[in-house]
């Protein structure tokens, strides 16, 4: 498995653009006891060559954005360094993605054994009650992450790329990195900056990791609490309330802005709710502010959760429950890098960066800094792992003198609660501010899982696909779904954005029957008139 991975990950960035056939045996930097000398291609860039620099590319933070940007660097032969900050695999890997797709699955078998009248129409019986290990789930959650961590790490060192520990931080002089650890100064040609994020906790609430915690402490599951509430309803809000009410749990959301779910599009917002809260024992308290939140202590003390009116800023209600958890989002971890001493301003901590991810002096009107880059979360351009990583290849592209800039519009994205939300493009609202902007006509088309056999199959019936579409040249704008398996779904949709294909040439294009992608297939008939069986 772990032999895959890394053939896999370094497939993924061989593929943009062919290698340089020059070779030459050379011992590596032993920055770390990991690396030991190797053979590896160091066709570099003439500075870099000619020892001006200690290496062609460095880059600071390697989650998955640092990651992809290295393996795609020691694909064009580029000498890479990447600082890890003793955090190889970031947040994704360690703290976020990784790790609570792992406790999503165990809490997602519990929820189908449990569901009694659900086996029964498959046939099913389950004898005595189904119960679950706390510690065994967290530990699954735990040990997925490090091997994935250490399926990143080994691909790092097979290719060459020399891993600093320490964190790196810029020097304010041009082209330097200094280990903030070591007190150790790297230079190299290009420089890119991929720190990532860190949990945001609005003021007025004090975390202990234990009865009042972010994602980072809810992924530890020190505890199920039979009453948690969720501060905020975005991905990861929903994903732990689908985990907590799986394993018994009952969940409160605490949402700021009007409406449950707000960046969803609104249209499969009311499916998901219909779906993942009516059915579940969830309530939620929308327009309102969590202004004070107070640690209890398990078993012994609640936690106090004070809440005012988002408009009026009054009280409204104080909650007391057996914990709270804060997931409003995340912030730039770019505090304390350097980047004022380099002449970069930041707004909210995001770096300002152009479409070749070159970092900009400033948000409005900045100049780009020669030989820096900034990637994934850092950046503010779209909070995703698999975007970051997006543009680390690209940042590589750029830097090899081939301009490439990320298509964000056809980048996916998805919510792993049961059902799966997912998404590539504008929601439904969105675009149609968009279509009357640029003077174009806004095409709408559905399939549903109600008539799709796989999924009846599956007892999964609920759900659906939403296909919007410019009317007049036929290309796809956007794709919604909620439902069964929606995650690996949304990949086809996503392609269609960025090849810009039109719904008459999907509406041609033969799916699997009986699968679940027939649902696509569906709405992509419907959009030019045809009928699916």
Request: proline residues 4%; contains cysteine.
């Amino acid at each position: 498995m772990r032999f895959f991975i890394a053939s896999t990950l370094i497939t993924a960035a061989t593929a943009f653009a062919p290698t340089s056939t020059t070779t030459r045996t050379t011992p590596l930097r032993t920055l770390t006891p990991k690396l030991t000398p190797q053979t590896t291609s160091l066709t570099s860039l003439s500075a870099s060559s000619c020892g001006t620099y200690d290496f062609d590319v460095i880059i600071v933070g390697c989650g998955v954005g640092g990651h992809g940007a290295a393996l795609h660097s020691r694909s064009q032969s580029l000498t890479t360094a990447i600082f890890s900050g003793s955090d190889v695999g970031g947040t994704c890997v360690n703290r976020g993605c990784v790790p609570s797709k792992a406790l999503l699955a165990a809490s997602g078998r519990v929820r189908e054994m449990q569901a009694e009248r659900h086996l029964s129409e498959f046939g099913i019986k389950v004898e005595g009650s189904v119960t679950f290990d706390r510690e065994g789930v967290a530990a699954h959650a735990k040990q997925l992450a490090n091997k994935v961590k250490g399926n990143l790490e080994g691909s790092l060192v097979a290719l060459g790329v020399d891993i600093v520990d320490g964190r790196g931080v810029l020097t304010g002089k041009p082209n330097e990195v200094r280990d903030e650890a070591s007190g150790k100064v790297y230079t190299a040609k290009d420089i890119i900056l991929a720190p990532g994020s860190i949990p945001f906790v609005p003021p007025g609430v004090i975390v202990d990791e234990k009865t009042v915690y972010t994602s980072d402490g809810a992924l530890e599951l020190q505890s199920v609490p039979e009453w948690v509430a969720i501060i905020g309803s975005g991905y990861i809000g929903l994903e732990f309330s689908d985990v907590y009410t799986a394993l018994g749990s009952e969940v409160t959301f605490i949402e700021a802005l009007p409406n449950i779910m707000p960046t969803f599009d609104r249209e499969i917002a009311k499916q998901a709710e219909r779906l993942l809260i009516r059915e579940r024992p969830i309530d939620y308290r929308t327009g309102v502010f969590a202004s004070e939140v107070t640690p209890g202590i398990p078993g012994k003390k609640p936690v106090t959760i004070k809440m005012i009116d988002a408009e009026t800023k009054e009280h409204v209600e104080t909650l007391e429950v057996d914990a709270a958890m804060v997931a409003t989002g995340r912030v730039p971890n770019t505090a304390n890098m350097g980047l004022e001493d380099t002449g970069i301003e930041t707004s909210r901590g995001f770096v300002a960066v152009d479409g070749k991810m070159r970092v900009l002096t400033k948000h409005d009107d900045g100049e780009v800094v020669p030989g820096v880059y900034c990637i994934g979360d850092a950046n503010g351009k779209m909070m995703l792992a698999h975007a970051a990583s997006a543009q680390g290849i690209s940042a590589i592209e750029n830097i090899c003198g081939r301009t490439h800039e990320v298509n964000h519009a056809a980048i996916p994205a998805a919510c792993f609660t049961h059902p799966e939300i997912a998404m590539v493009g504008p929601t439904e609202e969105q675009a149609i501010e968009l279509a009357a902007k640029e003077g174009w006509e806004l095409g709408k088309s559905q399939g549903s899982f109600r008539a799709n056999s796989k999924a009846l199959a599956e007892l999964e019936a609920n759900g659906m696909a939403k296909v919007l579409y410019n009317k007049g040249t036929g290309k796809v704008v956007a794709v919604h779904i909620i439902g069964i398996h929606a995650a690996d779904l949304i990949q086809e949709c996503a392609n269609a954005v960025a090849a810009g294909t039109t719904v008459k040439e999907l509406s041609m294009m033969v799916h699997t029957h009986p699968t679940l992608c027939e649902v696509l297939d569906e709405a992509f008939k419907g959009a030019v008139g045809m009928s699916a069986h």
